[in-house]
């Protein structure tokens, strides 16, 4: 009886989680979040997104040099300056290497 | 009648000739007796507001929008009010037989407010025929003053600004915080309180829009010269003419341009600046110097304020007047403060500086002056805060009366090639007032050796260092409140209490003030939704109006007609998105949900999180696996049942499982590992090692 009860648990566990990422397709990849808009992100990872590519062309006019992304990357998440969001949103961009779209 | 007990007893012992007043007790509710000649006079106190604004007709908790609304006895409208009820009846008793009533409540928007409604509505109409006492501090002379000339009727204008403010709030907060706690109940079925306001929901949005451009800060590099250059064998530090050099490359030629050469000063330049004494405080000054010196909370500041004003020290602190009349007697209350061993040297100062006009701000109130200190001396052992507080209101009022303090800035600016530096020296040459206020102003002194034009001098290091761009710096409760009254939005008496609630809802932490998703979801959901509810400007509109009617141009049903008016559309698109509303708070509230309930130490077994979790059956709480229901994991631990209980971010030194906290009322608070604490137990005793199966089974 607890087996079955148990694998019946688990079936709905699956089918809950299954119907969550239909629902997730709409949302922020990187928090869930309502996307606003045309953009793929939601509100506040579109403005970080929007900073990190501004700032990015500030970095590589300061060192007379077109850094590598990987490398700029890096440089934020090892500053404490740099904001959290900033920070889920490098490594949202690192697994996607294309960039923002 | 006055506005709190302490201030009964305060007016009861001014007015009273010769002897004490005598305490009677209506009802258990105390009441202080004053006799002369064949006269009578009760002195009895509200307990703050008695009153209060309530649905006209109540349809439950749930519904919205609502329109109508009517003043109610408090008891009969919040919970845990009963002590009003029985006020409410003693006053009403003794009313009965009084043939004279006189409001001395404080003369403020709020005192105004709670002397009407008690007037009228416990005194069966007394409001028409009462007079009204009007002072700023509890000393004797003035209360006596206030008593023997009072005002021959209510200041009617002041008590209908009071109404219209409570209305107005009430109608925002009603609904709209109805609208967002309906929206998440209907869809989660789980009751969370969740509320915003007519002066929370901007101010929230300042903290929330500060939270977003610290999280999406991105740091930029930039590079300062640090230079020091000898002058005649003295070394001393200089600056670049840039400050901020945004090239690597540009700061490293300055660097090899200049190294170990030698410039001359061309240009010298000495200029002499006046600084005038500090006004004298208003609340919203007070509140922020007391965050800025001894990180006193706006609340608590002027929660201490007050205790200094019924003790008789202090005058009224809900002020927001900049100005000191003539008439509360500069020399009289100086001369005083001088018996006070601490003040004494300056008080010399003072008096022997000629005569006294304190340098007033721009600020004004019609009711009362800036907050002084009253020269009556602590007759009680002050508390350390209350000391503090006490000493910067009486340094700043006698500061006010200093003299000018000047200070002179020198530049010297020095050209090495094509390039310019600057020498900056200060100094503070004549003290002035700066010597009163000395612990809360600070000057440092730059001093430069003597310096001609023409004269060389030698770079004698120069090196570029690089710095990064700063995120804005998070709010505090004393710059949210600067914040608050810089888009002038909330009243002096209100702005820390709105600060508090944010805190208590849920919607920010620290005092370095961080918003939480909550706050964050709440603020897209209203901007997306209403953006007018977040927006200041109708806020200040409605702000304005409320001086208006203060000053007798505005009618209060005029304002709060228009509030309505406002209100209506509003509410109307809440209601018609209270679906969507409701998924998107409940989202985050789960997510916050399970977040507060979370350890950091994954899952021995399976490495899922771990929950603190409460059996439905048994209503027992033990730690849990997520993994139960994703792979069948059954890892749990037993926790204490009784107790408030903190996750600690600590580890154990033994295990490095999560340290949980037990607090239980009355006793030290416990701290232990749940990992270790069940080994050992298991070990130790076999009969609890059955009932840990017991749960792991469930």
């Not at chain 2, 006596?144 to 219209?164: D, I, K, S, T």
């Not at chain 2, 049903?557 to 209506?568: P, S």
């Amino acid at each position: 009886m607890a087996v079955i009860a148990k694998s019946v648990a688990q079936t709905l566990w699956h089918c809950a989680r299954a119907l969550t990422v239909t629902k997730l397709v709409d949302a922020c990849p990187i928090c869930r979040r309502p996307k606003v808009g045309q953009s793929e992100f939601c509100s506040l990872h579109f403005r970080t997104i929007k900073n990190i590519e501004e700032q990015y062309t500030k970095w590589c006019k300061a060192f007379d040099r077109d850094i590598d992304r990987l490398e700029y990357y890096a440089n934020l998440l090892r500053l404490e300056e740099t904001g959290n969001a900033v920070r889920a949103a490098i490594t949202y961009l690192k697994g996607n290497r294309d960039g923002p779209t | 009648m006055t506005e709190k007990p302490d201030a009964a007893l305060h007016v009861a012992e001014a007015l009273s000739e010769n002897k004490a007043p005598a305490k009677i007790l209506v009802e258990g509710v105390p009441f202080f007796e004053i006799r002369a000649d064949t006269r009578r006079t009760l002195v009895c106190s509200a307990l703050g507001h008695l009153y209060a604004v309530a649905a006209k007709e109540s349809h439950g908790q749930s519904e919205y929008p609502v329109w109508n609304f009517v003043w109610k006895p408090k008891h009969l409208v919040q919970r845990g009010e009963d002590r009003q009820k029985k006020w409410i009846q003693a006053i009403a008793k003794v009313s009965q037989q009084a043939d004279r009533f006189i409001d001395a409540c404080d003369f403020d928007l709020e005192g105004s407010l709670i002397g009407y409604m008690v007037l009228k509505y416990a005194c069966h109409g007394a409001d028409q025929k009462a007079q009204r006492m009007k002072f700023s501090t509890l000393t004797k002379a003035e209360l006596r003053e206030a008593y023997a000339n009072p005002l021959p009727h209510l200041n009617f204008p002041l008590v209908f600004a009071g109404m219209c403010r409570h209305e107005v709030d009430w109608l925002f907060g009603i609904n709209l915080s109805r609208a967002l706690t309906q929206s998440a109940l209907k869809v989660s079925k789980r009751y969370a309180t969740l509320s915003t306001g007519r002066v929370q929901g901007p101010t929230l949005r300042f903290v929330v829009e500060r939270q977003h451009e610290i999280e999406t800060f991105v740091p930029t590099p930039y590079w300062v010269l640090k230079v020091k250059l000898d002058v005649d064998g003295c070394i001393v530090a200089a600056s670049y003419e840039n400050d901020r050099i945004d090239k690597r490359t540009d700061a490293e030629e300055v660097v090899q341009t200049c190294a170990g050469k030698s410039g001359v000063i061309n240009a010298l330049d000495s200029t002499n600046y006046d600084l005038p004494p500090p006004t004298p405080f208003d609340l919203t000054s007070l509140q922020n110097e007391a965050f800025r010196h001894f990180r006193l909370s706006p609340r608590i500041s002027l929660a201490i304020a007050e205790r200094l004003y019924l003790d008789q020290l202090i005058s009224y602190p809900r002020t927001s007047s900049q100005k000191l009349p003539p008439s509360i007697g500069y020399e009289r209350i100086i001369r005083n403060l001088g018996r006070l061993d601490s003040y004494q040297a300056d008080v010399t100062n003072l008096l022997g500086q000629g005569r006294l006009v304190p340098n007033e701000g721009k600020k004004s109130d019609p009711a009362h002056p800036a907050v002084y200190p009253t020269g009556t001396l602590p007759k009680r052992h002050l508390e350390s805060r209350e000391r503090k507080l006490y000493d910067l209101v009486v340094r700043r009022f006698l500061a006010s009366f200093g003299l000018t303090a000047v200070k002179q800035t020198s530049k010297a600016a020095v050209k090495v090639g094509n390039h310019h530096f600057l020498l900056r020296g200060s100094l503070l040459i004549k003290k002035g007032w700066t010597g009163i206020y000395r612990p809360y102003a600070k000057f440092e002194d730059v001093v430069l050796p003597p310096l001609r034009v023409g004269q060389s001098v030698l770079i004698h290091e120069i090196k570029s260092e690089q710095r990064l761009t700063q995120p804005p710096p998070h709010y505090n409760p004393g710059s949210l409140l600067r914040k608050m009254e810089d888009a002038e939005i909330g009243t002096k008496a209100t702005r820390a209490e709105i600060i508090e609630t944010l805190y208590k809802r849920g919607y920010v932490t620290g005092q370095k003030i961080n918003s939480t998703p909550l706050a964050s979801r709440i603020i897209e959901i209203l901007t997306k939704h209403c953006p007018k509810i977040v927006d200041v400007t109708f806020t200040r509109e409605l702000e304005a109006k409320m001086e208006k009617i203060e000053r007798g141009s505005e009618t209060r049903e005029d304002v709060v007609l228009q509030t309505v008016n406002y209100l209506k559309p509003i509410i109307e698109s809440l209601k018609a998105n209270e679906r969507e509303i409701g998924q998107e708070l409940t989202a985050i509230l789960v997510e916050m949900r399970e977040e507060s309930t979370s350890l950091i130490t994954p899952c021995p077994q399976c490495g899922s999180r771990l929950r603190i979790a409460k059996n439905p059956r048994t209503h027992k709480r033990f730690i849990g696996c997520t993994g139960k229901w994703r792979s069948g994991c059954s890892y749990s631990l037993p926790l204490p049942q009784l107790g408030t209980l903190t996750r600690l971010t600590k580890t154990c030194p033994a295990c490095g499982f999560q340290l949980i906290q037990v607090r239980l009322r009355g006793r030290r608070p416990l701290v232990s590992c749940c990992r270790c604490y069940t080994k050992k137990a298991l070990s130790q005793f076999p009969s609890l090692k059955a009932s840990v199966r017991k749960v792991e089974v469930m």
